[in-house]
């Protein structure tokens, strides 16, 4: 006792409602001379500045916080792991937020077809 199987055609397709826009160049000469560009070169480089700078002094921070050949020191007194997962994870976050605008990846959404 087999079941029977009818098999239907696949659907034809339908024509799309919207046009596709032609793929950008990898490089664009143009662009290299607009300001647009160099600010969001400028921004993108002061943020992962900002980002390594933060991120590095937490962790040089608790490495000489915890470290055991120095006198007096506490095993609780550092921002511990978690702190550091924050303080990557929060320079992630802010820099995302305030580079987005400058370096484009809004721009896309906000630009007509």
């Known amino acids: 006792m087999a079941k029977e199987v009818e098999l239907e055609p696949p659907p034809e397709h339908s024509a799309k409602d919207y046009q596709d826009p032609p793929p ?3 490089i664009d000469a ?5 300001w647009s560009f ?3 070169l400028i921004a993108e480089f002061i943020a992962t500045l900002l980002f390594l ?7 040089i921070g ?5 470290d055991p050949n120095k006198p007096g020191v506490d095993e609780c007194g550092g921002v511990g792991i978690l702190g550091i997962a924050w303080a990557f994870g929060g320079m992630i976050f802010i820099l995302v937020y ?3 605008g400058i ?6 959404f906000h630009e007509p077809i």
């Open 98 to 100: 305030c580079t987005a």
């Open 103 to 108: 370096s484009g990846e809004l721009r896309d």
């Open 53 to 59: 700078y933060v991120t590095v002094l937490t962790v």
């Open 38 to 40: 160099y600010r969001a």
């Open 24 to 26: 950008a160049p990898l």
């Open 62 to 66: 608790y490495k000489s916080q915890t």
């Open 30 to 34: 143009e662009e290299l001379i607009q």
